[in-house]
């Protein structure tokens, strides 16, 4: 009888196997190819820039800068899992109006950027717009500050925790602590096993495993009455990372402070390269 188990259980889960990586990419990515929103030229300067990932595909983003007061730092920003930037770019509005220069940019698969999402091939991206960011003229001089949300936040703990000595601050909203652990977490609120859903869903590094090793100044914001990735994450994070680190309770809805709080918003990123 077990051998007879066994038999019909194998070919189930080799084929699990085989799929899994599509099946992380469906579950962790909605990447968007059409541009829906457009930013307003008349409020910020705007260049829209190209450069290499690590593997040769192009990536492609928007720069802003602030045009009615001197630029006071920079900020990288890792926008989440869906769209692309057209529907990213609104959430450092009130960062370049007051004063920062942003660079919002797409991963593999999303937008105009070439090549196909993946864990891997988004920590390259993340770490080739790091590089890039810091080889332009006008970012040399400036404080910059590595601002990520959702999924973005996630990969942000990594690109730091690998590339700190190029970045002065962490700032990070509504992130999800692992790959693998976000996926049990939605799994179990559809039933769903835990061993199957950590067998679809692997993770190839996760921010709660590397953020200890983030020395710079950081900060997590979290939405208590965040449904997507929940506030116990966000606080794990925190509780994981060394100090200098502050956490910022908001409430509202996922990655929604610079909404909500537009002011304070503005402010923490004014603080932390202080």
Request: glycine letters at 6%.
């Amino acid at each position: 009888m077990k051998r007879q188990l066994k038999a019909h259980i194998l070919p189930f889960l080799v084929l699990i196997v085989a799929f899994s990586s599509c099946s992380t990419s469906s579950f962790f990515y909605v990447p968007y190819k059409e541009f829906k929103y457009f930013p307003d030229t008349t409020k910020y300067f705007l260049e829209e820039v190209n450069f290499k990932s690590a593997n040769g595909n192009n990536l492609n983003g928007w720069f802003f800068k602030p045009k009615n007061t001197p630029v006071i730092g920079t900020v990288l920003h890792f926008h989440g899992n869906a769209a692309n930037i057209s529907y990213q770019y609104q959430f450092s509005d009130s960062l370049i109006q007051a004063g920062f220069q942003v660079m919002t940019f797409d991963y593999q698969g999303f937008g105009k950027s070439e090549g196909k999402e993946s864990q891997e091939n988004v920590l390259e991206d993340g770490i080739s717009a790091l590089h890039y960011m810091k080889q332009r003229e006008d970012v040399k001089n400036t404080k910059l500050i590595l601002f990520g949300q959702s999924l973005g936040g996630h990969l942000s703990c990594v690109v730091a925790a690998r590339e700190q000595k190029l970045i002065d601050a962490l700032i990070v909203e509504g992130a999800f602590n692992g790959h693998e652990l976000m996926a049990i977490h939605v799994g179990k609120k559809s039933g769903a096993p835990k061993w199957l859903t950590k067998l679809l869903v692997p993770s190839k590094y996760d921010a709660i495993k590397e953020i200890d090793k983030v020395t710079i100044p950081k900060l997590i914001i979290h939405s208590t009455e965040d449904e997507t990735c929940p506030f116990y994450m966000g606080k794990e994070l925190f509780d994981k990372a060394i100090a200098p680190k502050e956490f910022w309770e908001i409430k509202g809805s996922h990655i929604a402070a610079s909404k909500f709080y537009r002011g304070e918003f503005v402010k923490k990123f004014v603080e932390i390269i202080k």
